[in-house]
Every structure is written in structure tokens, then in C-alpha cells.
């Protein structure tokens, strides 16, 4: 073995060995254990990737092909780096070898990579310890460590993982947000959505370090990150791609016997992995990789939704398969449990709920779905079948007792084919709902030699066994025969000398190693057709011996004749039923051919159906003839030889007549068609092959004429025979022709009708000349042919116009297709600053040059002058087109701001306003009157500028189709819903400043002016007063003050962060509130600033003299009471001063 594949295997030694600390004779050791097949299937496999190596305490070094589970300690895992054979040469650079640990240790590795190795090497403070360029080369090494282990994870757990792109060394910047400055759950805004998609997905455990930023403006990746996120969707594409093409039906093409819970199971894991594939599109990384593509226009956005949808499509498929196909796997589940006797009657229960299937899901009514099923029900039948029989005990029963085995053998037969039964039965049910439906189901249009392929093979099979066990058991009564006369004993010893060949044949064949009940065995196969050859010379032989004992016996007195009369006279009754069974069908059935032809004529199918009658009447006759002799009754002899006789004179009676019929009907036939043009015009105008069903009919009987010679060549006959294959080939170019005009002319617009008048004219006369020839042999026709310059001329025309309607179709895509473009950037319902898309006024311009193009091609294809009137109503035509899908596109942008801005039916916020306090007072940002209104103006006129991008295409129509369509009616009222709404809005935002202008005096009035009154009076005065009495303030005055403060503090801190205004207009208030909780702690901190003055100075005063009285009028306890009482934390020196 190592020396045939020294490289590899030598690699995977040395590797095992280090890898494991083991001694080289346990590698030996190893080897010994037939181990390797799995080494050599490993290496010389393309499908096979991956290899796995541990030490088991009990039975010593093991190797798999898949991951081992329930092992704890170290496995050794061999993969391939491209799926190839791995030769010597190619070996080291082929294989990759890795160590791991048993049970889960992945999971393990992959969190401490992600959770401390990655986020200190993606730290900058770490970094900064580390020589330039080293951290970000271990980052990348232990990315792509992570993504192996990840694969592999994924992989023993049976599913498909995809890859991560190195995100960590490109920054902290976050592409999974827009540039609005709102945030939102990461799983709010994902870039992959679809109508279904809740926000409760999960990563399904996989760990993710992506990181998500609150707010900040969207930047273009750098290059670098974008060619490698572009590289991982290529490669997820490639993944999705590769496991979306896998098909269950592959295993039944490639003649495997699956079993209907394999299939289950497949789709069930199916199921799993798509779902575990969309919930890694769903994580934040995903996200992320798609926001990137996305801001940086990659063509690759594209490609990552379609993945999307391809994974979402396949969803759908394997949930609505397995949820439809359990019923029936219940149903197959039920025959397990049951004796095989009882099989019979679940077949046509089963196949009942085939038909449920059928109809009741979407995705599997297919008819190569269905027979994939049905063969895999065939073989559950046969694995119970051959379960039941038991291939031992058959070939045992060859030499011992074959009669039970026989009924056995009879029973699986009389099972299969009641399946077979069932399957025609329910077949027909779906035939007859079909047609009776008024919304009528598809039909098992399946040929049953499709579905039966394994079951008939099985079937064969069983037949031959039960051939086989039935000779054995009449073989075997020879052994009680005993022949009188006077070489009886000669003979009787002939006879068991026969007996005893068979049984040694029997004997021979019993001891095979062989399955008889597997198809798939061909040694059995051989043998037992070896054995049949035998018993045929042994029969031979009996014959023989037999013939020569009876005619050596007298005819009154031998046993063993009087013994034969009763069996041939049962001979002579199955003759007799054989013949009225062949007159019952001949008169039950001659007047009905037509079941017999769906696809042939229907006189040559009856000349065929008589000859089967008269072959069997023929094997009658010859069955008879060789025990006539035997037979002591002549008189009922001559009646089964009358009989015979009679019934074959009216067979050949009836076949010369149907033969003479038919070869009058054909001859007319052929001198009708003689007299019909080859093509003709219909009513409405479009073409057609002259009674084309009644050529067609003639062709086909003369290529029977041809093929049996048993027909009366008349002369019509006779003429068009020799030309046969002349008018066959006639016949096919001019369908061809006739379907290409008709599809053409059937498919041609109103407008394009004048453009081809004139082609149209010289067209005609093509036609007319082949409407004037006839199918008549004198005309050259079946000689040389319908001219084929004629009809390439009408292909040539019609291949013109249908290359100018994909042209018109193409522009007609183009303009229906603008309205289904999303006019304006959005994340959702909410209006992005950039207004108009650049991408759709991109596509739109590029289109629009296209369909100049297309214009060219149609104008040099139609042959038409440009200033003719007919190419002018063309381009009026297209230009009516280019209008109304441009009116589409205006209208849809415009519907959306209606929409967005009414409050009925507004959902969610259009745009958002800032409300800020200035040094003037409170003002929105930007501005109602200059910002927000100049916007939704700008981008109303950015929209209609919209419709001047593609180039106007009529050339009697002036101005562009911007001009056209600002003077629509719909779309001007659209324009002035939004401006009603506008100012609706701006007066409700009006109302809600005004509203707050009530803590206007907070940042209106002076602080210092106002406090030095409240030093001098106790109270703010108010403006009528002039004047008042001084009062200084108490401390319940600086209590009364700051309490106010505190009272506007918790009211203002309640504001709302947003307000959403008419339903549409989101005000953001917190830069508004926080400006003014700001102002309110400066004027609180005024008073209390103020009165940690006043303790400070007390102290300072008593410090100096403590007998000399505080120049403070409050008590420093007091006030100190009152600052606790407010929550206001003493200086850490006053405190000192206090506790000393």
C-alpha cells in the first residue's frame, strides 16, 4: 500500500505519529486492520475532503471520513485544499493537516479567538506595544483560522457555513446604518429583508464580533475592505450555488434504491440547513458586508441578493416538502408494523396519499418528483418483500420442501402486483379530475415503466424463482412414478436417473453464495440461467424416455397411458379456453381499434392486433399437434382441430378484408391530396397546410406500406409511394414555415403593419406561387422539393419581424419597467437627504440611449425612410410608451410623498426637524420656511427633472417629456397635496415652538440683575413695580427659589425626545432640552453657589476669632440643612472645617 501511494501516505504517517506520540508499529499495526480502503478512498476520491484520525483506548488508532463524535481526546483532521485525487506529486501542496480535540472544542477556540485574541490585537493601545505591521498580519492569520474552524463546525454538524470576511483591521466604521442620525436595532435595519422577515433572528450560535455605531455619516469603504467583501460573496454565491444543485432525484438516476424516509431525512436537513444559511445572512457581519457593497455601488449587491432570494426560494421549496410528504411517511411508517399478509390492502392507501401530495403541495407536483417518490415506495415494497422471503430460505427450499416457499413467492407477486394496481387506479382518478374539474388538477402523465423500473426488475426476479421452485416441485413427484409393461423397470430406472441429475443440478444451483431476491446479484443471474438450460435438456431427455415407455406399453393394459389421459385431456381444455378466449377478443374488440392507436393509424395497428390473434391461434395449433398422438379421443380431437381451423379462416378473412379497406381509404386519401395546394389562407388571414392532419395520416400509412409490403399498391398509392420521403421533408419545412408566419403575423402591432407593406407585397408573391402547386407527384414536388429559396425567403421575413418585436418588446421592458424604480433615496418610508436617487437617473439616462439604438435597428430592419409618415406613427407609438412609463415613475415618487405626508395614511415619520436653543431663543434646524420647504421643493423639481434624462423619441411631438408631463393634471394635484401638507405641517410646528416659549424667562432674563433683586427685595419683582422695599432674602426664600428650579427640572427632563407632527415631521426636542436643563442648573447653581459662599465665609470669620459674632446673617447649620435638604454636596474643605 505505501508503496503505491508513497507520498500521501508517508505525509499522513509522519503527521499521525508526531501528532499522536506514537510508535511506528502502531502504524503497521493500523495498516493491518483493513484501514485501507479508508486511506486509498480518501486520496484517490475527488468527492471525499476531508479525513479524521484519533486513538480509541480499547480498539487503538482509528480513521474516518466524518468527524467522530463522543471522542474526547485529540483528533487529527486531513483536508484537501482543492477537490482533486492526491497523487505524490501533488500531495504536499493538496493536503492541509490540523489537530483539534474531541467533543465540542470548537465552539470553545472559536470564543476565545473572537472574544480576547481578536479584540486585543484589534485593539490600538495593544497595538501600539507591537512592531508596525505585526498585529494586523496575526489578525488576519487568526481570521482565517477562525473561518476553517468555523467550516469545520459546520460541516460535522452537517450544514453550510459562510466564510467571514477580515473586518477587523479595516477600522471601527459601521456601513450597517444610514446617514440619518437616527438609531435603530441592528436587526430594524437590516440591508437583506423580505416581507416575512421578523426582527427575531438569531446568528444560531455562531459568535460574531461585528460592531454597530449609533449614529455618524455613511463613508465609501476603502478599497481593500471592498475587494474583500466582494471576494466573500463570490464565494457565498459559490457555496449557496453548489448546495441549492443538489438534488435528491440524482441518487435514482445514478440507479440507487433510496428508501421514502431518506428522502424525508434530506429534506429535512435540507430545511435546516437553508435556514441556518439564512440566519447567517440575517447576523450583523452579513449586514455589515452588505451596507459596504451597497455604499460602494458594487455590482456584487446584486449578487448577495440574489443568494438571498435563491436561499429564501429554497425555503419555501423544502418547508412545503416536508410538510407535505410526512403524512405519507406516516403512512409507510404504518406498513412496518403490520404482517406481510396484511400488506395488500395498505397499497392502495398509500398511493391515495400520493395522490393528496399531489395535489396539495406546491413545489411537488412535479411529475419527476412523483416518480422519484413512487419508485422510492417500490423500494420499501421490495426491501419488505425481499425482508419476508428471505434469500437463504428460497435457496434452501430448492432441495427440501419448495411448496410453502412457492406460496410465499406467489404472495410477494399477487403484493407487487396490487401496487401496481393501485398506482393505475389512482392514476385514472387524477385522469378524471382532470377533465371533470372546473379548475382542473394536473395528471400523472408518468409512462409507468418509469416508476416500476426497480419493482419490474424485481418482479423478473421473483418470476424466475417461482419458474424455478414450481419445475422443482413437479420434477420432484417423479420420484413416486413406477411404469408396467415390459421394460418397465428399464424405463422406471431411466426416470430416476433423470430424477437424480435434477436433483444434483438443483443441488449445484442451491449452493450459491448468492441473494435470489436482489436483482442487482447478476451471479445468480448466471447460474440460474445455466440451471434452465439444464432442465430444458433434461426435460428433452424425459420426453424421451417417456415417449419410448408408452409406445412400449399396450394400449389396454398400460398404467401409465390410462394414467396420462386425464392430464391431457386437461391439456386439450386449456387448448379449448385458450381458443374461445381468442374469439371472445376478436368479436369483443374488432369494432373498437381505436384503443388500441393514440398515436398510429388506425388500420395498420388493426392489421397488427389480427396478426397476435393468428400467432396465438398458430402456438394453439402447434401446443395440440405434439401430443396429438397421445390423444385416445379422436373425436374430440377433430373438434379442437376444426375449431382451430375455423377460428383462423376468420382471422384471415378478417385481416384480407381490413387490408383491402384500408388500401382502398389510402388510395383516396393519396388522390386527394394530390389535388390540394400545398399551403392555403384561413379566414383570418394566416396560413396553413392544406388539411394537414389528413398528410399527415397519409404519410404515416405509407411509411407502414414501406416497412410491412402487405398492402395492395393502387395507383394513387403508387405514385406518391416512391416519393415519400420527398413529401415527408416537404411536408415538414412548410409546418415550419407556416408556424413562423403565423406566430409572427399573429404577435404584430397595429402600428407595425404599414411598415412591412411593401415586403409584405413581394412575400405574396412567394405564397401564391406555393398555393398554386399541389402535392401531386407531376408537379416535381416529391422530386426535387418545394423550392427552398420560397420558404427561406419567408423564414428570412419572418425571422426580420421577429427580431424587430423583441426589439419593441425590449423598449416596452425598458419604459414599463421605470415604474417600478425607486425615485428617491429612503431607508424604508423615512426621505434621505440626497432626494433623487443618482443610481435610478443613471439607469434611466443609459436606458434611454438604449432605446435610441433599438429605434436605429427596428428602422434598419423595417427598410423605412425616416421621414416617412409610417416610421413617424412608429416613433409616436414608442413615445406614447417612454411618456406613460415616465408619467409612472413621477407619479409612484410623488404618491409616496402624498402618502407619507398624510396623516391617514402616513405609517411612519417622511423627514425630522431639530428644535435648538439659540442666544435668540428656540429655532427648528433646519429652518420650516428656508430648509425643510427648499428641500421638498427642490426634490419635487429634481423629480420631474427626472423625465427630461432620456431622450425624446418623436419627431413630430416638440419639448421634452418633462415640460409634458409638468402640465399632467394628476401629478400637478400631487404636487399641491404635498405643498398643502407642507404648510399644514409648518403651522403645527409653529404652534408646538410657541408652546415652549413658556420657559422663555429662563433664557431671556438677566441672572445677575435678577439675583442682585432677590438680594435686595427676597423675591423677583415684578414689571409693573418700580420700586418696593428692601427686604433681604431669607433662607425659606433660597429654599422657595430653588425648589421652582428643581419643579421646572423634573418637567422639562419629561419633555419628549421626539415628536412626530402631522403624522410625518419627526422634531427631535433633546437638543432643545438639554440646552435648557443646562440653563436651569446655572440659575440653581447661582443660589446655591451663593450660599456655600456664605458657609465659607462664616467659617473663614470664626476661625480668626471666635469670640468675634459671624458677619453671616443665617446660621451656618441652617443653611448647611438646607443644602442637604436640596441634594447639594458640600466642598470637601468645608467639610473638614466642620469636623474639626
Known amino acids: 500500500m505505501e508503496t503505491e501511494q508513497d507520498g500521501p501516505l508517508t505525509l499522513i504517517r509522519t503527521f499521525t505519529l508526531n501528532g499522536l506520540r506514537l510508535d511506528p508499529d502502531r502504524w503497521q499495526e493500523f495498516l493491518s486492520k483493513k484501514n485501507t480502503v479508508t486511506l486509498s478512498g480518501f486520496c484517490s476520491s475527488q468527492d471525499r475532503d476531508w479525513l479524521f484520525l484519533h486513538l480509541q483506548p480499547d480498539s487503538g488508532l482509528r480513521a474516518g471520513l466524518q468527524f467522530p463524535l463522543g471522542v474526547q481526546t485529540k483528533v487529527l483532521c486531513v483536508s484537501k485544499t482543492v477537490p482533486e485525487v492526491v497523487t505524490k506529486e501533488t500531495c504536499r501542496r493538496t493536503l492541509r493537516m490540523q489537530e483539534t480535540r474531541g467533543g465540542d472544542p470548537l465552539s470553545h477556540v472559536i470564543g476565545l479567538t473572537e472574544e480576547v485574541t481578536c479584540l486585543l490585537l484589534s485593539n490600538a493601545a495593544t497595538r501600539e506595544r507591537w512592531s508596525q505591521g505585526i498585529a494586523e498580519g496575526a489578525l488576519r492569520i487568526l481570521e482565517r483560522q477562525k473561518n476553517a474552524m468555523l467550516v469545520m463546525k459546520a460541516q460535522v454538524a452537517g450544514h453550510t457555513f459562510l466564510p467571514h470576511p477580515a473586518l477587523y483591521h479595516h477600522g471601527n466604521q459601521d456601513y450597517s446604518h444610514h446617514s440619518d442620525g437616527r438609531h435603530e436595532d441592528s436587526h430594524n435595519d437590516h440591508h437583506l429583508h423580505h416581507e416575512d422577515y421578523r426582527s427575531d433572528h438569531h446568528d444560531n450560535g455562531h459568535h460574531d464580533n461585528s460592531s454597530h455605531v449609533e449614529s ?75 451596507a459596504i457593497l451597497q455604499a460602494a455601488g458594487s455590482v456584487y449587491w446584486s449578487t448577495l441578493r440574489t443568494v438571498y432570494r435563491d436561499i429564501q426560494e429554497g425555503v419555501q421549496e423544502a418547508q412545503d416538502i416536508v410538510d407535505n410528504l410526512a403524512p405519507v411517511l406516516q403512512k409507510l411508517e404504518d406498513i412496518l408494523q403490520v ?3 396484511q400488506l395488500k390492502g395498505k397499497a392502495s392507501d398509500i398511493m391515495e396519499e400520493v395522490c393528496l401530495l399531489w395535489g396539495r403541495s406546491k413545489f411537488y407536483c412535479k411529475p419527476e418528483r412523483v416518480v422519484v417518490l413512487l419508485q422510492e415506495i417500490c423500494n420499501q415494497f421490495i426491501h419488505l418483500s425481499g425482508k419476508f422471503l428471505c434469500g437463504q430460505e428460497v435457496m434452501r427450499a430448492l432441495v427440501s420442501a419448495p411448496g410453502p416457499v412457492l406460496e410465499d413467492v406467489r404472495l410477494v407477486i399477487q403484493t407487487l402486483n396490487t401496487l401496481k394496481e393501485a398506482y393505475a387506479q389512482s392514476s385514472a382518478l387524477l385522469d378524471n379530475r382532470t377533465h371533470s374539474q372546473d379548475t382542473p388538477s394536473h395528471s400523472w402523465d408518468i409512462p409507468s415503466h418509469l416508476v416500476f423500473f426497480h419493482l419490474d426488475r424485481f418482479m423478473k426476479r421473483l418470476l424466475s424463482i417461482k419458474e424455478v421452485l414450481s419445475v422443482c416441485l413437479q420434477v420432484y413427484q417423479l420420484d413416486q412414478m413406477v411404469l408396467s409393461g415390459v421394460s418397465s423397470t428399464m424405463w422406471t430406472d431411466a426416470v430416476q436417473q433423470v430424477l437424480q441429475e435434477f436433483l444434483l443440478h438443483t443441488r449445484r444451483l442451491s449452493g450459491c453464495c448468492c441473494d435470489p431476491t436482489d436483482p442487482e446479484d447478476l451471479n445468480f443471474e448466471k447460474n440460474l440461467n445455466q440451471f434452465l438450460a439444464q432442465v430444458l435438456d433434461l426435460e428433452t431427455w424425459l420426453v424421451s424416455v417417456l415417449s419410448r415407455a408408452l409406445e412400449d406399453c399396450s394400449d389396454a393394459s398400460s398404467a401409465a ?37 393514440k398515436f398510429r393509424p388506425a388500420a395498420p395497428v388493426g392489421l397488427l392486433w389480427i396478426q397476435q390473434l393468428l400467432q396465438r391461434t398458430g402456438a394453439a395449433l402447434k401446443n395440440y399437434l405434439t401430443f396429438q398422438n397421445r390423444h385416445q379421443d379422436s373425436s374430440e380431437g377433430q373438434l379442437v382441430q376444426n375449431r382451430i381451423r375455423q377460428i383462423l379462416d376468420l382471422l384471415q378473412d378478417f385481416r384480407e378484408s381490413a387490408r383491402s379497406d384500408w388500401s382502398a381509404q389510402l388510395d383516396s386519401d393519396c388522390g386527394f391530396i394530390q389535388r390540394l395546394p400545398l399551403i392555403q389562407t384561413t379566414k383570418h388571414g394566416l396560413l396553413e397546410v392544406s388539411c394537414s392532419h389528413r398528410v399527415e395520416s397519409v404519410l404515416k400509412g405509407l411509411r407502414y406500406v414501406c416497412r410491412k409490403g402487405e398492402v395492395e399498391l393502387r395507383p394513387h398509392i403508387a405514385q406518391l409511394l416512391p416519393c415519400r420521403d420527398d413529401i415527408t421533408q416537404t411536408y415538414l419545412r412548410l409546418s415550419h414555415m407556416v408556424s413562423c408566419y403565423n406566430q409572427v403575423f399573429s404577435d404584430t402591432l397595429q402600428v407595425e403593419r ?53 426589439n419593441m418588446e425590449a423598449m416596452t421592458t425598458i419604459a414599463q419597467g421605470w415604474a417600478e424604480l425607486d425615485l428617491l433615496q429612503r431607508s424604508h418610508d423615512y426621505l434621505l437627504e440626497g432626494g433623487v436617487t443618482e443610481h435610478t437617473c443613471r439607469r434611466i439616462r443609459e436606458e434611454g440611449q438604449q432605446l435610441l439604438k433599438l429605434i436605429q435597428v427596428n428602422r434598419s430592419l423595417y427598410k423605412a425612410q425616416e421621414s416617412s409618415q409610417t416610421w413617424i406613427d412608429y416613433l409616436d407609438h414608442i413615445d406614447n410608451e417612454v411618456q406613460d412609463g415616465l408619467f409612472q415613475l413621477l407619479h409612484r415618487a410623488l404618491h409616496f410623498l402624498s402618502d407619507s405626508m398624510n396623516p391617514q395614511t402616513s405609517s411612519s415619520a417622511l423627514l425630522a426637524v431639530r428644535l435648538q436653543l439659540q442666544e435668540t431663543g428656540s429655532a427648528f434646524e433646519p429652518l420650516l420656511d428656508g430648509g425643510l420647504s427648499d428641500f421638498l421643493k427642490t426634490t419635487i423639481c429634481d423629480i420631474y427633472a427626472t423625465a427630461a434624462l432620456p431622450p425624446r423619441i418623436s419627431r413630430s411631438r416638440h ?65 409693573e413695580e418700580l420700586e418696593a422695599g428692601q427686604t433681604p432674602p431669607t433662607l425659606n426664600n433660597f429654599h422657595r427659589e430653588m425648589e421652582s428650579l428643581s419643579a421646572l427640572s423634573s418637567e422639562v427632563s419629561h419633555l419628549d425626545d421626539v415628536i412626530i407632527l402631522h403624522g410625518w415631521l419627526q422634531v427631535d426636542l433633546r437638543p432643545f432640552r438639554t440646552s435648557l436643563l443646562s440653563i436651569i442648573y446655572t440659575w440653581r447653581h447661582m443660589y446655591t453657589n451663593y450660599l456655600l459662599e456664605s458657609v465659607s465665609n462664616s467659617m473663614q470669620v470664626h476661625t480668626e476669632d471666635e469670640e468675634s459674632p459671624s458677619s453671616s446673617t443665617f446660621s451656618v447649620k441652617d443653611i448647611i440643612l438646607l443644602l442637604e435638604a436640596a441634594a447639594v454636596e458640600l466642598p470637601k474643605h468645608l467639610t473638614a472645617q466642620l469636623q474639626c
Not at 561 to 571: A, T, V, Y
Not at 575 to 581: G, T, V, W
Not at 761 to 772: I, P
Request: proline share 4%.
Open 216 to 290: 455618524g455619516d455613511l463613508k465609501l469603504p476603502d478599497e481593500t475592505l471592498l475587494h474583500a467583501c466582494q471576494k466573500m460573496v463570490v464565494e457565498w454565491a459559490e457555496l449557496v450555488s453548489k448546495y441549492l444543485q443538489q438534488d435528491w432525484s440524482r441518487l435514482v438516476l445514478d440507479r440507487l434504491s433510496p428508501l421514502p424516509g431518506e428522502e424525508f431525512t434530506f429534506w429535512k436537513n435540507r430545511l435546516q440547513n437553508l435556514l441556518f444559511l439564512h440566519n447567517q445572512l440575517m447576523s450583523p457581519r452579513a449586514q455589515q458586508v452588505a
Open 959 to 1023: 419639448g421634452n417629456y418633462q415640460l409634458l408631463l409638468q402640465q399632467n393634471p394628476g401629478l400637478c394635484a400631487l404636487e399641491q397635496e404635498v405643498l398643502h401638507e407642507l404648510q399644514q405641517v409648518r403651522e403645527e410646528a409653529e404652534h408646538l415652538r410657541e408652546g415652549l416659549d413658556r420657559y422663555s424667562h429662563l433664557w431671556l432674563s438677566d441672572r445677575k440683575t435678577m439675583f442682585k433683586d432677590f438680594l435686595k427685595y427676597g423675591r423677583q419683582l415684578a414689571p
Open 561 to 597: 397411458k390410462n394414467q396420462l389421459h386425464p392430464l391431457l385431456s386437461r391439456l386439450v381444455k386449456m387448448i379449448q379456453i385458450e381458443l374461445a378466449q381468442i374469439e371472445l377478443q376478436f368479436y369483443s374488440q374488432k369494432d373498437k381499434l381505436e384503443t388500441f392507436y
Open 754 to 806: 404599414p411598415l412591412i407593406q411593401d415586403q409584405l407585397q413581394d412575400l405574396n408573391q412567394t405564397l401564391t406561387q406555393l398555393q398554386k402547386k399541389t402535392w401531386s407527384p407531376e408537379g416535381d414536388v416529391t422530386i426535387h422539393g418545394v423550392d427552398q429559396l420560397q420558404t427561406q425567403t419567408v423564414l428570412m421575413f419572418c425571422c426580420t419581424l421577429r427580431e424587430t418585436r423583441t
Open 339 to 341: 404482517d406481510f399478509q
